[in-house]
């Protein structure tokens, strides 16, 4: 399949008033064109800097480096003009807050028009008529009365429901949910996640999917990226990844699911998340690692295929900074 | 509660709150000691004068059928008879009001237009040499006082640049030349109605000094308000989100954003504007304006409880009404506010 994001080497550190906090350490993956690709890691670990990076979102004390590839070209060097018309219309996103993403004092027909013109170019009534398409595509039953809404007046689900429409307005071939479904609850979460497969194989776009959440993962991803403490540390298709986990953090993440059906004490990892200001040096997963060896303190794993589709960065497995 | 009824019940509340400012005020002016009647005959009066003006004031009654009195001739629109200028208080009063109410109106416009959009661009472009200009200017405007900002420019424009009229609200001249037919008691509005080129020339030029002057104070408070709102509201959620969507800026700063950061700036706008109808008065003194802040100052100089109790009402009034409508506006600004 052919690569539609290619993320490569990208380092962002953020000047904060405590000094440099190295958020991202040379990281790489890509998403292929159609797939869902899940990223997963614990709060802080920088899934979602990475999002916000590939449409530029991030604050001005961001520093970035390496590139991200759409579609061949680097969004990085892109006129920021260039950039705002990539944004919603090839590449869009939808946040993990749908309570706080709409804006309070505006009618939800205001803020999908407003879009839809921009990027479609259409006349106040044809964007109206895309809107009510795109509402009752995503499972809304009566568009007329949610577009005379505002935000305040419905529920949780059906705003995410209303991100989606909005994300979906302009036939993105990008969709960036970043935690969709953690505010809401687990019934809505399931509809939530099954509308994304849904309108995926109708509309055939791909999907950065951020979460937290394994269950959501074995759920719904092609292929998964794991990613501690601003490094991808395992990349493999995700039913490879749940039977046979390499890196001793994908390991650990795994034995902290409880498994309703076997009962036994889970296994927590030891330790906690490194400061991004002083991280630890070499692998940054050492110092809580069971398997650290010398090497893991003194160099940095580079992420390599250990089988094929397979990556993963440590040095247990060898590799070309392993020798 | 709906809207309609809402507005009926504020303005059920309204009437008490005005009858018990005026209540306060009459007693307060009475129980000063001094003497109306003796300002009401003149210079040298005998005393069957000042006895016989007594009677006609009613000085001799007591005091709560004075107040009786007073109410009644109020319920019927009439506000008593100035013992200063010897007119009809209403009749002073609604010179005055429009004078100030005129000056007013473009003092906050210049204040909202200048003010609105600075504190949009200080939060935009925060830490910017923009912005620290704009906060030193903002600053200025709020502590420094308006008399002497009226003062220096007069220096500027009319001593030095000989650019506008140093005081007054039109030209002796202008108005005996082409006469100005009042309609509405706006100088502006009315030269426009009747066509009167001349005289709407030279009443705005008479306008932007005093107003200039004025709008300083609002000007400040309103940058600030803005850009500290702006700063707030542009690191919310739904602000990201229409980035997200490649809104453009002027769109998210000006639309999205503005919305939701203008209700602070909104009452500062409300209150000032009730507060310099009388508060103005040393504005209005040193650029010789007819208006309501001066008139008060000299109502209470001489004791003129009628003249004082007149500018009473008319500021009750307006703070109550100026009170409503900002609150109406942020119930259209705010769906979620509920009556």
Redesign the interface.
């Known amino acids: 399949m052919k690569k539609l994001l290619e993320i490569d080497n990208l380092y962002i550190n953020f000047k904060t008033l405590w000094g440099v906090a190295k958020v991202l350490n040379g990281v790489s993956f890509d998403i292929r064109e159609g797939e869902i690709f899940g990223l997963v890691g614990e709060t802080g670990c920088g899934k979602s800097v990475t999002a916000l990076s590939i449409?530029r979102?991030l604050p001005p004390n961001a520093e970035i480096s390496g590139r991200i590839l759409f579609k061949g070209e680097n969004l990085l060097e892109k006129p920021e003009d260039e950039?705002?018309?990539?944004?919603?219309?090839e590449i869009?996103?939808i946040?993990q807050?749908p309570m706080?993403?709409?804006?309070?004092?505006?009618r939800v027909r205001d803020q999908m028009l407003?879009?839809i013109e921009?990027?479609e170019g259409l006349s106040r009534e044809e964007a109206e008529k895309h809107a009510e398409k795109l509402l009752k595509a995503v499972g809304l039953s009566d568009p007329e009365r949610i577009l005379n809404s505002?935000p305040?007046e419905l529920s949780g689900g059906m705003r995410q429901r209303i991100?989606i429409a909005?994300a979906l307005s302009s036939n993105p071939s990008l969709l960036i949910a970043d935690e969709p479904t953690t505010a809401l609850d687990v019934t809505i979460q399931k509809q939530i996640l099954e509308l994304i497969l849904d309108l995926r194989s109708r509309y055939n776009f791909s999907v950065l999917l951020i979460t937290h959440d394994l269950g959501v993962v074995a759920e719904v991803c092609d292929r998964v990226g794991v990613m501690y403490a601003g490094n991808i540390v395992e990349v493999a298709p995700t039913e490879e990844l749940f039977e046979n986990p390499l890196h001793p953090y994908t390991q650990g993440l795994l034995s902290v699911v409880p498994d309703p059906r076997i009962k036994k004490p889970l296994k927590p990892l030891r330790g906690s998340v490194p400061s991004l200001l002083n991280p630890p040096g070499g692998c940054r997963f050492h110092p809580r690692c069971i398997y650290a060896k010398d090497i893991c303190e003194e160099i940095k794993p580079e992420l390599h295929e250990y089988s094929p589709g397979h990556f993963v960065a440590c040095h247990l497995y060898g590799g070309e900074s392993g020798d | 509660m709906k809207f309609r009824e809402y507005v009926i019940y504020r303005l059920v509340l309204a009437v008490f709150v005005i009858v018990g400012v005026v209540t306060v005020v009459f007693f307060i002016s009475r129980v000063i000691p001094s003497d109306p009647a003796a300002l009401w005959v003149g210079a040298h009066p005998t005393p069957e004068a000042i006895e016989k003006a007594r009677e006609q004031l009613h000085l001799n009654d007591p005091l709560l059928k004075q107040f009786g009195y007073y109410l009644w001739s109020l319920i019927h629109g009439d506000l008593g008879v100035s013992i200063r200028t010897h007119n009809p208080v209403a009749q002073d009063l609604k010179s005055a009001f429009t004078a100030t109410f005129e000056l007013i109106l473009v003092a906050e416009f210049l204040a909202v237009i200048v003010g609105i959009p600075l504190g949009v661009y200080s939060a935009v472009k925060k830490d910017s040499w923009l912005d620290n200009l704009s906060r030193i200017f903002a600053i200025s405007g709020v502590s420094l006082p308006a008399f002497w900002f009226g003062i220096v420019l007069q220096l500027i424009f009319f001593k030095h640049l000989g650019l506008l009229p140093l005081a007054g609200r039109v030209g002796t001249v202008v108005m005996l030349e082409h006469p100005l037919h009042v309609i509405t008691g706006f100088y502006l509005l009315d030269s426009l109605i009747t066509g009167n080129f001349p005289v709407f020339v030279d009443a705005l030029k008479h306008l932007i000094l005093p107003a200039v002057t004025l709008a300083m104070y609002p000007v400040g408070l309103i940058t600030r308000q803005v850009r500290s709102m702006m700063i707030e509201v542009l690191n919310e959620n739904y602000i990201r989100t229409a980035w997200a969507y490649g809104l453009p800026p002027k769109k998210i700063y000006f639309k999205y954003a503005l919305k939701n950061a203008i209700a602070p700036a909104l009452i500062t706008v409300g209150l000032s504007f009730a507060y310099t109808l009388i508060g103005a008065f040393l504005v209005e003194l040193i650029f010789n304006w007819p208006g309501l802040g001066r008139y008060a100052a000299y109502a209470i100089m001489s004791m003129d409880y009628p003249a004082v109790l007149g500018v009473t009402i008319i500021a009750a009034t307006a703070y109550v009404f100026i009170n409503l409508i900002v609150d109406l506006i942020q119930v259209r600004l705010d769906p979620r506010i509920k009556l």
């Open positions: 449409l979102l950039m705002r018309r990539i944004r919603g219309k869009s996103i946040f807050d706080t993403s709409l804006n309070p004092l505006f407003d879009i921009l990027h505002y305040h991100m909005m």
